[in-house]
């Protein structure tokens, strides 16, 4: 039973709510049963758990979560990228909340068969809050990395200001959507040829917007069959 706030392996877990130290020992942690089990069934192995009351004082580790009301589990594991690939899958474009990125990673999972890709100036996906919004499909589903002149297949922007409403857009897979930052938006040559979702509203959060469109368009293309996404309240 770990009993003093100094045990390294406390320490690990406070550092990694730095980026800085998340970069520079190639981990991240994570928080909760869920999170830990959905590691699990991924086979993502842990460099190590610490369990409430189990192997470590219930008030060290209320300590070092990122919670406000602490927590019963947090887990440590090495940073994983996935590949390019995939009929579906979602370019994002400075999209600097962390919690707009684990959202997208969890929509991704449950509606594309491709990986979230991280162009330039996105958030970091395993910072405590994106890997807490991904609900677990960050193990499940990896994101990757890539610039846009490095991106397959063919790519579909997502803008308010698009000419043709995503409904009109011809959909030739691999398709990838490509979402920027609400006020910064995507590069230039992808604005220029853009679909748009109507709404009544002024905008939507890009993470809402990920979500309706990759509902959309998975519709319309042919992807493997997988089980039925849980809902949670």
Known sequence: MIRSPDNQKLKTIRKLRDKRWRDKLGLFSAEGEDQIEAAERAGWPAAFVLRSGEDVEAELLDAASTLGSGTRVIGVYGARWSELGGDLSVWLHAVRDPGNVGTIIRSAHALADGPVILGPGCADPFSPQAVRASMGSL???PP?????????GNRLALSPRGERTLREVELDPPVVLCLGAERTGLPAELEAR????????????????????????????????????????
């Open 139 to 141: 193990f499940a589903r």
């Open 144 to 152: 990757a990395r890539a610039e846009l002149a490095d991106l397959p």
């Open 194 to 233: 853009s679909a748009r979702i109507p709404v009544r509203a002024e905008s939507l959060n890009v993470a809402m917007a990920a979500t309706v469109a990759l509902y959309e368009m998975s519709k319309r293309i042919s992807l493997p069959r997988g089980p039925r996404a849980r809902v949670r309240a």
